[in-house]
């Protein structure tokens, strides 16, 4: 009898490139689950409304309805014995509604696994009502094993159980994208790049900034933008801003592109700047892809950067142009840019490869499978 998961996860519209790191990440754990030979029962998460007028209000409800009630009778009938039930969590406002969900599947027998996959638990932990505390309190205690896509997480989790069973989780880079060797980078130019979602949550406003500052100190700097948009008023706002400083000439913006396209345009960067303040950022697959190619990340501790960069010299607390500037500067006249990506490179491999996190997942599925 093969051991089967039951995966809860919002994997986005199949028919479209995923929307933000969340449905990647659980697409890609899903193929992992897969990989491990696993046998895999999809529930999956209410798709998301456009905004949160009164209608659209009273729809998520309707959804959220008939998700617990879905969950519900899927387990119900369900198959206990060798069984595991996954919940991809996002706490926040969403925590309500995952406690039912843990207590349906602890209440039917299962055993179960609670993902706490973005970062900002921490805060809005401490910034909630007692309610909202005790209830995620109670997913904590009730579940099996929480995996935490963060080591971050770990001092939340043991302040409200000492011992808890928990597994890192990170990110990981897919099979093929990572260079076989250390993708060496030009020594004529200084190149900075931002791939990702442009939104004004990601910042992307205050990376054009910071390379006009950069830009006026090394005239040789140029700066790539990769990405699709949802709010063309931002968007427009930052092509007006290249335009108005006299940067059209080494800002270049190109849309949202695969692996392969990717590929080139990381070659020969040397910067990857993400100064995001994202509330839900958690561990960016974004920048784990840029460090693989060797590019140096400069990013705000936001979510789990810090533990993903591992050099609190290329984390910048202060969110502002000249903050990331400064920080871009201080590596390129310290002549530590060889040094700092070739570790970036190194991380890569050592900690965020694909096949490592596989075994890795499947030794801590086997152990509660077993348990």
């Known amino acids: 009898?093969?051991?089967?998961?039951?995966?809860?996860?919002?994997?986005?519209?199949?028919?479209?490139?995923?929307?933000?790191?969340?449905?990647?990440?659980?697409?890609?754990?899903?193929?992992?689950?897969?990989?491990c030979g696993y046998e895999i029962k999809l529930i999956e998460k209410y798709q998301r409304v456009k905004n949160h007028s009164l209608p659209n209000k009273c729809l998520l409800l309707l959804k959220m309805i008939s998700n617990i009630c879905k969950f519900f009778f899927v387990l119900l009938f369900g198959r206990r014995k060798n069984?595991?039930?996954?919940?991809?969590?996002?706490?926040?406002?969403?925590?309500?509604?995952?406690?039912?969900?843990?207590?349906?599947?602890?209440?039917?027998?299962?055993?179960?696994?609670?993902?706490?996959?973005?970062?900002?638990?921490d805060d809005y932990y401490a910034h909630g009502s007692e309610t909202y505390r005790c209830t995620f309190d109670s997913i904590i205690k009730s579940c099996n094993c929480v995996f935490s896509q963060g080591i971050e997480n770990y001092d939340l989790i043991d302040s409200i159980v000492v011992g808890k069973d928990k597994f890192y989780y990170p990110n990981y880079v897919m099979p093929g994208f990572v260079p076989s060797a250390y993708p060496t980078k030009p020594h004529d130019s200084i190149n900075l790049l931002y791939f990702g979602r442009i939104s004004d949550t990601?910042?992307?406003?205050?990376?054009l900034k910071a390379m006009r500052i950069l830009h006026e100190k090394y005239p040789q700097t140029t700066l790539t933008i990769v990405g699709n948009h949802t709010d063309e008023k931002y968007y427009k706002s930052l092509l007006d801003y290249v335009a108005e400083n006299g940067l059209s000439d080494c800002v270049m913006f190109h849309p949202a592109c695969n692996h392969e396209q990717l590929?080139?345009?990381?070659?020969?960067?040397?910067?990857?700047?993400?100064?995001?303040?994202?509330?839900?950022?958690?561990?960016?697959?974004?920048?784990?892809?840029?460090?693989?190619?060797?590019?140096?990340?400069?990013?705000?501790?936001?979510?789990?950067?810090?533990?993903?960069?591992?050099?609190?010299?290329?984390?910048?607390?202060?969110?502002?142009?000249?903050?990331?500037?400064?920080?871009?500067?201080?590596?390129?006249?310290?002549?530590?840019?060889?040094?700092?990506?070739?570790?970036?490179?190194?991380?890569?491999?050592?900690?965020?490869?694909?096949?490592?996190?596989?075994?890795?997942?499947?030794?801590?599925?086997?152990?509660?499978?077993?348990?």
């Open 202 to 207: 990601k910042n992307v406003d205050i990376v």
């Open 263 to 371: 590929k080139e345009y990381l070659k020969d960067k040397h910067f990857y700047l993400f100064p995001t303040s994202e509330p839900h950022e958690g561990h960016s697959n974004a920048m784990t892809e840029a460090m693989a190619w060797g590019l140096i990340p400069i990013a705000t501790p936001q979510g789990f950067n810090r533990s993903v960069v591992a050099n609190d010299e290329l984390i910048v607390r202060e969110l502002s142009p000249k903050a990331f500037a400064d920080c871009v500067s201080k590596v390129i006249d310290s002549k530590l840019i060889d040094k700092y990506s070739k570790d970036a490179y190194e991380r890569v491999k050592e900690h965020y490869y694909s096949e490592m996190v596989r075994q890795n997942l499947q030794k801590k599925y086997d152990s509660l499978f077993n348990a």
């Open 83 to 121: 069984s595991v039930v996954h919940i991809v969590g996002f706490y926040g406002p969403m925590v309500y509604f995952e406690r039912i969900l843990v207590g349906v599947s602890k209440s039917l027998g299962y055993k179960t696994i609670y993902e706490m996959r973005g970062g900002g638990a």
């Open 1 to 35: 009898m093969a051991n089967r998961i039951y995966l809860f996860a919002n994997f986005g519209d199949w028919k479209k490139q995923p929307y933000g790191g969340g449905e990647v990440g659980n697409r890609r754990t899903l193929q992992l689950l897969q990989k």
